[in-house]
């Protein structure tokens, strides 16, 4: 079987697929990785081969952009900017690839052209969700959705048919031109359900985090958090002394795409400042977003691993993203949510009614932010919700064996049997 994954985005979206592949990889099967030029170092110490879909110049150019992380315009700027320009090629692309045993797991930021050589060309695929807000749902709307639960099904089902037909007026032109030139119908419902290929789609997070809803698209697997970790990944010396020399820090990061925390970071500065707390700042350099000084008891890092870092820290402040709370949910410490667009604002509403988290909409409402952080450090009813939440989190390898067997029944036609619901937590 040759494995094919298609993705995009920024690590926390391709980590899950570097778990994935790997263990097909190990399973015996050949996989190759289809994205962006800033993975392809690392997909290839993986001993994956790598396929370029877009340049580390272009990478940069959308991080950069302060549209892609305003809840208001993030979306349309990343269909227009990412997915439109690269239909084409990167259909050409993994065409190119697709042999007799070829099998597509594919995100969402790719699932435009990969169902269209699934459709044209009857190549089995798969298509990947990292978390539940991604589903469009009346039975159980996500927040950041405009359907209000205290309005009745009915109308929030209506409501969510016209917010379809208001997306399809963004992404149909423009998809629609491309699949006429293959020559297949065009797409209606476009982000409802025809991103969702009929033949299985992956959701990257345990039934507790999120469960099932009966409008998500079907046939689901519920696999867990893969939890990808790079075997070499540690912590380097530096960072390692300065956790030896004192008590467990606040660790902070905007994202590893996010190129406009300056506030963020800032705030974090005067908050470990008013609670007397040592901090770690996990943001890029070269996008300046930390001042040039920083206090002594506060460490600035690119990048650190979280499975390594976490665990031996007092707190989590971070943007919501999926895979950055799916690590602090294992490592058991409490999360401040600052979300910024996306899955993030749903994801820390989630954590919040886990009890393990909470959610501010600025980090420089500082006094908000001193009493949210105080919280979660000195509320006894936090700890016991983080300690449960880590008690159910599974191992990276267990969730990622469940999705590697749905790719392998998929890659032979067999039918998919959904994965049996996993135990449900109380809310803290």
Not at 353 to 380: F, H, M, N, S
Request: aromatic share 8%; proline share 8%.
């Amino acid at each position: 079987m040759h494995v094919l994954l298609v993705n995009d985005g920024t690590a926390g979206d391709m980590h899950p697929f570097f778990a994935l592949g790997r263990e097909l990889q190990r399973r015996g099967h050949r996989v190759s990785v289809l994205s962006n030029e800033v993975y392809r170092a690392q997909g290839e110490r993986l001993g994956f081969r790598y396929i370029v879909t877009g340049s580390a110049a272009e990478y940069e150019a959308s991080t950069a952009n302060p549209d892609m992380w305003k809840s208001s315009k993030a979306r349309v700027t990343a269909w227009k900017e990412i997915v439109v320009p690269r239909l084409r090629p990167s259909y050409q692309l993994l065409l190119r690839e697709c042999g007799d045993d070829a099998v597509i797991v594919c995100g969402l930021l790719t699932a435009a052209f990969a169902r269209a050589v699934q459709e044209k060309h009857g190549v089995p695929l798969l298509t990947t969700v990292l978390s539940p807000q991604v589903f469009l749902s009346a039975r159980d709307p996500a927040v950041g959705l405009p359907l209000p639960r205290w309005l009745p099904y009915p109308a929030r089902a209506a409501l969510l048919w016209g917010l379809d037909k208001a997306i399809d007026g963004v992404m149909a032109p423009d998809l629609n031109a491309f699949r006429a030139e293959l020559g297949l119908p065009p797409a209606t419902r476009i982000r409802g359900r025809r991103v969702y290929s009929p033949q299985g789609t992956l959701g990257l997070f345990p039934e507790w985090f999120g469960p099932r809803a009966a409008d998500w698209p079907s046939p689901l697997s519920l696999t867990g958090f893969p939890l990808f970790d790079e075997a070499q990944d540690a912590l380097d010396p530096g960072l390692e002394a300065f956790l030896a020399a004192g008590t467990p820090p606040l660790v902070f990061t905007a994202g590893t795409g996010m190129r406009h925390g300056h506030v963020f970071f800032a705030a974090a500065i005067e908050l470990l400042q008013r609670l007397g707390r040592r901090g770690v700042l996990l943001a890029k350099s070269s996008a300046g977003q930390l001042p040039q000084q920083l206090p002594p008891t506060v460490l600035a890092r690119d990048y650190a691993p979280l499975a390594r870092l976490l665990p031996r820290s007092a707190a989590f402040v971070h943007h919501g993203g999926i895979g950055s709370a799916a690590q602090a949910l294992a490592a058991g410490v409490p999360q401040l949510v600052v979300p910024y667009a996306y899955d993030q604002f749903d994801n820390g509403e989630r954590l919040r009614k886990l009890g393990c988290g909470r959610v501010v909409a600025q980090l420089d409402q500082l006094d908000l932010a001193e009493t949210a952080l105080r919280e979660l450090l000195g509320d006894a009813a936090v700890a016991a919700a983080c300690a449960r939440c880590r008690d159910l989190m599974e191992p990276g390898e267990v969730a990622t064996a469940r999705a590697a067997d749905v790719v392998e029944a998929v890659a032979v036609k067999r039918p998919v049997t959904a994965i049996a619901p996993q135990p449900a937590v109380a809310a803290g």
